[in-house]
């Protein structure tokens, strides 16, 4: 369960902003996670409520957009989606690849701010 | 009253380890130091086979390592028997190792004066595989009793690693281990990783890691001469 300081870390990065704008109130929290991220999206949903509590956070949207996992396809060369988590093969010729484009992502993107 | 405003940050959350991780590579290579980091579940054999590879690589490369559990200093005993240098990091409550601890962990060390630094992270399959720790190659162990499907349910921390070792093979046969499987299932989440089967009680297989590991350490050591 490293959801939960990992929430800390993005409490403590958003924060930065608002204070930055006078302690302009936070109205969303804007995230892009990958599955090969290593967190899991609904238990970094719970770790953000609690971390936000008492925080002026707290009833703060989290928009999460999940990133789905993309490779560089040797036989296609081109990006294409991988099958699966567990099936990291390319989805329209099922070449096998490791290089990885997307779904590792882990990224604080945006900040909605009420100044 | 003033409208929402959207305001971009484009930031890794984990971007505080990610600095201190890459400030950590660059200081053991200055050091010429090759740093491991093994992963794995609860009672995979971590430290067995770390109690061997210590014992092994002592006699000819001067070897540190830093140990990751939640409580208890046990580890770390066991593995001093096998060489001088080690620390344990005992984390509490949290769930894996991070930048911040292994650079406070190695506070007071000569990095120059080793060549090889393994780092036990605690046993868990999910967490430590956000981390980065500054590692040069992250081992993830699988033993033959857990069931050849641990790839398939931990895909994360088997594509954040280098390469697998599959672990306590004298017991395959009792376990019904299909060794085939499992690595068909490790090629399916990681392509092309490097695999390794070895039984550290009967020590089948410690020599081919070993030399893996010694291998590595020219390859490091002619990246940076370079």
């Not at chain 1, 093969?89 to 997307?102: F, K, L, N, Q």
């Not at chain 2, 967490?127 to 190659?137: I, V």
Request: overall charge negative; proline content about 4%; charged content about 25%.
């Amino acid at each position: 369960m490293h959801e939960l300081s990992i929430a800390m870390s993005i409490l403590d990065r958003v924060l930065e902003e608002s204070r930055a704008r006078g302690d302009a109130r936070v109205e969303a929290v804007y995230l892009r996670i990958g599955p090969l991220s290593g967190v899991d999206v609904e238990a970094l949903r719970f770790a953000f409520e609690v971390a936000c509590e008492e925080s002026q956070l707290s009833g703060c949207r989290l928009e999460i957009t999940e990133v789905p996992i993309s490779l560089e396809c040797p036989s296609c060369r081109s990006e294409k989606q991988a099958v699966s988590i567990q099936q990291l093969c390319c989805s329209d010729c099922g070449t096998p690849s490791p290089e990885i484009v997307h779904g590792r992502e882990l990224e604080l993107r945006a900040v909605e701010l009420v100044e | 009253m003033n409208r929402p405003r959207l305001v971009e940050v484009r930031e890794n959350i984990l971007k505080q380890n990610d600095l201190l991780a890459r400030s950590l590579r660059t200081r053991f290579h200055e050091a010429g130091v090759l740093v491991v980091s093994f992963v794995s579940s609860p009672g995979s054999g971590k430290t067995t086979l770390l109690e061997k590879l210590l014992a092994r690589a002592s006699e000819k490369f001067r070897i540190a390592a830093l140990v990751g559990d939640l409580a208890t200093e046990n580890d770390a005993a066991r593995l001093m028997r096998a060489a001088p240098q080690v620390k344990q990091i005992t984390t509490g409550t949290v769930c894996h190792l991070d930048a911040h601890m292994v650079e406070l962990a190695l506070a007071n060390w000569e990095l120059n004066k080793l060549d090889l630094l393994f780092i036990e992270n605690v046993g868990n399959l999910v967490c430590p595989s956000s981390y980065d720790l500054g590692e040069d190659l992250r081992f993830v162990l699988l033993s033959a009793t857990e069931g050849e499907d641990k790839p398939l349910k931990y895909p994360t921390i088997f594509n954040t690693s280098d390469v697998a070792i599959i672990t306590k093979m004298d017991l395959a046969a009792a376990a019904e281990f299909d060794v085939e499987l499992a690595h068909r299932n490790i090629q399916s989440v990681r392509p092309g990783m490097r695999v390794f089967e070895l039984s550290a009680k009967t020590g089948k297989g410690i020599d081919e890691l070993s030399s893996f590991i010694q291998s590595q350490r020219l390859v490091s050591q002619s990246a940076t001469a370079v």
